[in-house]
Structure formats: C-alpha cells, structure tokens
C-alpha cells in the first residue's frame, strides 16, 4: 500500500511562490494517477491539478491554469505542485491523491496561507 506524505505549506504573501511535495513510500507513484486537490475552511475539497500516470498528459483546475504547474519525478517517486503569483484565496489545506483503478489513496496535507 502506498503512503504519501505532503511538505512544503506554510505562510507566503500574496504574489508569492511555493513548491509543495509529495512524497510515496510502499510504491511507485508513478503507476498511479496522480493528483492535487485543496480544501479552504468551510468549503468543500475540490480538485486542483492532475497528471496522469504515464505522464503524457496534465489538468488542471480554470481558477489555477497559467499559475500552478504538476509535475513527478519518478526517480524520487515524488510529485511536486509549484503555485506561483498566489493569492490569499489560494489558502487552504492541500492534499495529495494517487488514484489506481478501485485504488485511491491520500496524504495527511499541508496548510498554504496566503496573506500579507
């Protein structure tokens, strides 16, 4: 069973950048469909960017097109999310999910916040 383990939040003014990780163990990250999904306070989670699990293709939420980049480096069976020019609407939990056929697994997430 494969774990996974975000890094990478914290506090950033607006317009700033963050690289958030994460990190599988006990699997290949790479045989999965791999994606990023957020949760602001009082809102329900929803889905932010994706990549599939050949790596040939990526999605990615309208609010965040242009600012937010998925990518994996299989080598460190690691998925990175580089959020660039953020917004305090950006706050919010952010979790990982690798997404197998009836397989769905999450990590624990990392608090993003954006404020000045």
């Known amino acids: 069973q494969i774990q996974l383990v975000e890094s990478g939040g914290g506090l950033v003014q607006p317009g700033g950048s963050l690289r958030l990780s994460c990190a599988a163990s006990?699997?290949?990250?790479?045989?999965?469909?791999n994606k990023w999904y957020r949760q602001a306070p009082g809102k329900e989670r929803e889905f932010v960017a994706g990549i599939s699990w050949g790596g040939g293709s990526t999605n990615y939420a309208d609010s965040v097109k242009g600012r937010f980049t998925i990518s994996r480096d299989s080598a460190k069976n690691t998925v990175y999310l580089q959020m660039n020019s953020l917004k305090p609407e950006h706050t919010a939990v952010y979790y990982c999910d690798a997404v197998r056929n009836v397989e769905d697994y999450w990590g624990q997430g990392t608090q993003v916040t954006v404020s000045s």
């Open positions: 006990g699997g290949i990250v790479s045989i999965y469909h």
